[in-house]
């Protein structure tokens, strides 16, 4: 698929896709992230400079309105942060999750340096991380690693109001016959960015038990990067969710 063409996709579940079953990975590894991030911290934002806007897009299908509190998963750096806090405006709330001190420290600078002061930021593990106020959007950008540990998503989600809006982004194999090299590249290139290689085929398969709506929106850059938005639904609530069009329900 051309970079940055438009699509709208069903996904499937880990269950349905036999080459989406767990490998010799052993998933998440907090301790090699924490040790990888203290090295990129400094040029982090430089060189991943390329995905800006699939950031701004990520930011844009969110579709925040004014007065709402919006969750940045592993916000990094912070750079997603004050486009974040424009969309709620004065009266919402911007919360970050970063478990990189180094990143965070960053990430905290640009709060100090921005015209926002509705953003906070959390310096603790997703599984671990809590908010005071009901979530009405998520945001997962690149947080490759924390969309593979079940703790953390069932920790998130346990603060996010029925129906919130999420979206996610990040990089992904193309798991096609004729992608090798370039998934090989993929796995290469993103080494040191996630501690896992686990769920690189379907990032957003571990999301699917919350959004069962999800919908893969657009790829990019031959394929290897993605946009997907789903809905929160409680298991057994789906149906009745405003709104959402399930998979399987496109024609």
């Not at 600078?109 to 009405?136: C, F, G, M, T, W």
């Not at 290897?224 to 405003?242: E, I």
Request: net charge positive; glycine share 8%.
């Amino acid at each position: 698929m051309a970079a940055g063409m438009a699509t709208t996709t069903k996904i499937q579940s880990a269950a349905t896709n036999p080459k989406m079953r767990p490998d010799s990975d052993l998933g998440p590894d907090r301790t090699r992230s924490i040790d990888e991030y203290r090295k990129l911290a400094a040029e982090y934002d430089a060189k991943c400079a390329r995905i800006d806007k699939i950031r701004r897009m990520a930011i844009n299908a969110l579709a925040l309105q004014q007065g709402q509190t919006v969750l940045d998963i592993a916000c990094g750096t912070g750079i997603t942060l004050p486009l974040l806090a424009a969309g709620v405006g004065p009266g919402g709330r911007v919360i970050g999750i970063e478990h990189s001190p180094e990143m965070a420290a960053i990430a905290q600078q640009r709060i100090d340096e921005s015209r926002y002061a509705n953003i906070d930021l959390i310096v603790k593990p997703a599984e671990y991380a809590h908010v005071h106020l009901p979530v009405d959007a998520l945001l997962f950008s690149y947080a490759h690693d924390v969309q593979q540990s079940a703790a953390a998503l069932k920790n998130i989600f346990s603060l996010t109001r029925q129906y919130a809006v999420v979206v996610m982004a990040g990089a992904k194999l193309i798991n096609r016959w004729w992608s090798g090299p370039v998934d090989r590249w993929t796995r290469w290139r993103g080494q040191h960015y996630r501690s896992t290689q686990l769920g690189l085929e379907r990032p957003w398969a571990p999301l699917l038990q919350y959004c069962p709506d999800m919908r893969l929106l657009q790829t990019f850059h031959l394929g290897t990067n993605y946009l997907a938005r789903g809905t929160f639904s409680t298991p057994g609530d789906a149906d009745s969710a405003p709104g959402l069009q399930r998979i399987g329900d496109d024609h």
